[in-house]
């Protein structure tokens, strides 16, 4: 079956830079996007970035553009978010995700799988 696996999340002081990595097993990442999303306590999920496996497109969040750098190694069926100038509202668990669908969305409905989350900490 789907497998999704966060890791590289911790803490980290405010203008630290961090970058997570997920995993995937039981597909490949060709042909589909794949997203990373955050939710912080008392929050609803957000869209944070996501990448087509197909031809490298990209889409941003407006309150992460610039900041962070999202890239998949297909071969390794890997997927990573580059996290710099991190800021305490940066603070969650972050979390990648699936659309088999290969369209650039960071709509929470659209992805049919999920891992199950890494925390991120940023100290102020």
């Known amino acids: 079956e789907v497998h999704l696996v966060e890791s590289g999340g911790g803490l980290v002081q405010h203008g630290g830079s961090l970058t997570l990595s997920c995993a995937a097993s039981?597909?490949?990442?060709?042909?589909?996007?794949i997203g990373w999303f955050r939710q912080a306590p008392g929050k609803e999920r957000e869209g944070v970035s996501c990448i087509s496996s197909s031809d490298g497109s990209t889409h941003y969040a407006d309150s992460v553009k610039g900041r962070f750098t999202i890239s998949s190694d297909n071969a390794k069926n890997t997927v990573y978010l580059q996290m710099e100038n991190l800021k305490p509202e940066d603070t969650a668990v972050y979390y990648c995700?699936?659309?088999?669908?290969?369209?650039?969305?960071?709509?929470?409905?659209?992805?049919?799988?999920w891992g199950q989350g890494t925390q991120v900490t940023v100290s102020s």
């Open positions: 039981g597909f490949t990442f060709d042909g589909y996007v």
């Open positions: 995700a699936v659309d088999s669908r290969d369209i650039l969305s960071v709509t929470v409905s659209e992805y049919d799988y």
